[in-house]
């Protein structure tokens, strides 16, 4: 018997001897949320054991992190299998880490597209530094760059330190080939695709560093989804431990600087290049990790960004679509 089922078992004695009904797992959030590990973990382990995907994803996390149960990674390992074999998407990321780590590369990518192409923000990211390096898969910038932005406009602040270094590297063309893809891939045009494993022999990448920062490309040789952030356990009413936020609109993105002074000298250069074109628009500086973003407009539908963004391409520059987050 699994060390997890005996735990369960032991459990649920305890339950039916003392009578009182077992907590839900969004009761344990809430506990884990104010600091009660135990009494979440104690909250999560009856629908665990009733086969409740997140109940057993938040089990997997509390025994990676050390909280309410002992810091027990093969353990660990065991509750995201059983939350993945359930469909569970964020399982499907963490057991394709665990799997890399051990060499396991053509199964942790074939986990990671399952959980990518249902909108998971780390599966986007794990895709894109893959890609981006060629570990495991072929090397496909613009499709990495694609998938870093997406994970990105979902929220995940490790993807833009990633895409800060990705700029520094990547061509203008490949870039905007990138942009183009993601566009694709935000409007529902596209999937994604592309992220085909090497052949078995292919150099192994260690899936974390266990670092105070997150690895970026181009030159970590690994890769990490939490090094300097935990997850938040979820609930039946949350499918993502990225803090994903609905868009309440949409932007035209021209570009990202370092310092706001440069930024505010690339928006007098590009309106004064584009005169017909940005004559009503106003630019919004949003700060963030790496610098900060020059954005145009303020648009309800997402096709009328669009639409700015092609008479730019058409005038030769290079923009994407931004969710208002």
Known sequence: ??????????FLLALFIAGPAPASTK??????????YKE???AWLPPAARGDANALFNLGLASRQGRGLPKDLEKAEDFFRRAAEKGHNPAR?????????KGQDEEAIRLWRQAQRAGEP?????????????????????????YM??????GLAQAERAIVKMDANMPPAVREQGRKLADDMMAGRSDGGGAEPKASNAERAVAETGGDTPPAPPTTRGDSVLANREAVPIDAETNSTASVRRASGYRVQLGAYGREPLAREAWAAIRAANPEILRDM???????????????GEFADRSEARALCGRLEAAGRACFVAPIV
């Not at 009761?27 to 009660?36: F, H, L, R, T, Y």
């Not at 990321?93 to 780590?101: M, W």
């Not at 106003?282 to 145009?296: A, K, S, Y």
């Open 40 to 42: 979440a973990v104690m």
């Open 1 to 10: 018997m699994r060390i997890t089922a005996s735990l369960l078992a032991t």
């Open 122 to 146: 780390y599966a986007h990211y794990m895709l894109g530094i893959k890609m981006f390096n060629g570990e495991g898969v072929k090397k496909d910038w613009p499709r990495a760059y694609a």
């Open 27 to 36: 009761e344990g959030v809430e506990k884990w949320k104010q600091g009660a």
């Open 149 to 154: 932005l997406v994970a990105r406009n979902s």
């Open 93 to 101: 990321t963490y057991l394709g880490i665990f799997l890399a780590r």
């Open 282 to 296: 106003q630019p919004v500086f949003l700060q963030f990790d790496g610098g900060i973003r020059l954005q145009i």
